[in-house]
């Protein structure tokens, strides 16, 4: 396994934090919206329950979910799951017909599509394990996590107890991809 992109938290005041504050201020591809969502929406995922949530998923979100800073978007016909920017970053961009033709059908995957919003993607079985990975590492509270995408483009968290044995792992698994160059 190759990591392609990642970010790395650590655990201040009782919540995660990312230990690289311009990844937070600012859209970095890859990663931004996954992380918007884990820092900034999962509570509310986690009050109704992951499990309620993701049950949910089949009818009263099947069309979508907005939070503050990060909207879920599903497209059930292709299984996927796009994690874009909520409206008030949106709000100043340009607009044409054509955007806001889709923004009257309220058709935000294809405004991914054509790059008006900024997002992440990925599978609904990607999607589903990380919101229960992340509610279990929520439960195990380690000092430090991982939020990680591979060459494959799954994306995954992993725990650890040290900054020093997380950034080994990232050096471990970023070095693969220049040895196999």
Known sequence: MIIKKHDMFAIKLNIFSNLNIYAIIKPVGGLYYVRQLLIYSFGSIRRIRVL?????????????????????????ENDLVYLSESYHTYDTKPMTKEIDDLFEAENFIELCKIGFL????????????????????????????????????????????????????????????????
């Open 52 to 76: 309620c949530f993701i049950e949910n998923m089949k009818t009263k979100y099947k069309n979508g979910i907005s939070y503050e800073e990060v909207d879920i978007n599903i497209d059930n």
């Open 118 to 181: 900024d997002y992440d993607v990925m599978t609904k079985e990607n999607f589903i394990h990380i919101l229960l990975l992340w509610d279990k590492i929520l439960d195990q509270v380690p000092p430090f996590a991982l939020l990680y995408q591979d060459d494959k483009n799954w994306f995954d968290v992993l725990p650890f107890d040290t900054q020093e044995a997380m950034e080994k792992f990232v050096a471990d698994h970023t070095k693969l991809e220049e040895t196999q160059k």
